[in-house]
């Protein structure tokens, strides 16, 4: 049985550490210190590491790991990242060395061009989706169009709904301020993080139902978004162009 544990680095990141008895995964480890700690403590073996995408804050610690536990080291096909042994695209599966977990991988381009995000299917579902989704949110536009992002998260929500979703920031609280503004009425609840709790896994039909990234078609969305862009909008990713724009300076 996989266990997946969030040890928390930086400002509000989260690492993920997949663990399957003795042995472990870690999945975006921008930083190596605190995954070896987490590891050490949970004494755990480390035989896989997996990269969503190029930014510093989720492979930071790729290297240092990968020299200490000489593990295998997957990432995306796309992406220039030192390091990486095995490069993934859509439609690619891999059986994590060490556990018995089996993940699919899916191509979601727009926060960085090639970002991946690794799927389990069948019972217990999760994805591991970096800076795509957040819980009641998604990631900034880096170097993809709107178009790319809202295809990626469209791909995302198709997932069934019981999927955990583990995301790779606690942005939640300032997030369901935003859904506040764009859907009002329709928030949920952030009572967990007010308590210093972690927010997430949420889920994937908790983020259909609330996330309002995930909702451009829905009609409340649509009239926010056009009376913040201050003219008509023309479909759903004029929509979440526009709602994105938005939470930019929200
Ligand atoms: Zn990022």
Known sequence: MVQ?????????????????????AVVDPGDSEPIERFLAQERL????ILATHHHGDHVGGLKALAAHWKCPVFGPANEAIEGIGTRLGEGDRIRVPGLDLALGVLDVPGHT???????????????????TLFACGCGRLFEGSPAQMSDSLAKLARLPDAT??????EYTLANIRFAEAVEPGNARDSAKRARGEPTVPSSIGEERATNPFLRCSEPEVIASAERHAGRRLDGPVEVFAEIRAWKNTF
């Not at 073996?45 to 896989?48: D, I, R, V, Y």
């Open 4 to 24: 997946v544990y969030p040890v928390p680095a930086f400002k509000d990141n989260y690492l993920w550490v997949a663990a399957d008895g003795p042995r472990a």
């Open 164 to 169: 955990r979703v583990y995301c790779a920031h």
């Open 45 to 48: 073996e480390l035989t896989a």
């Open 113 to 131: 061009s090639g970002h991946i995000a690794y799927v389990h299917s069948g019972d217990d579902p999760l994805v591991f989706c970096g800076d």
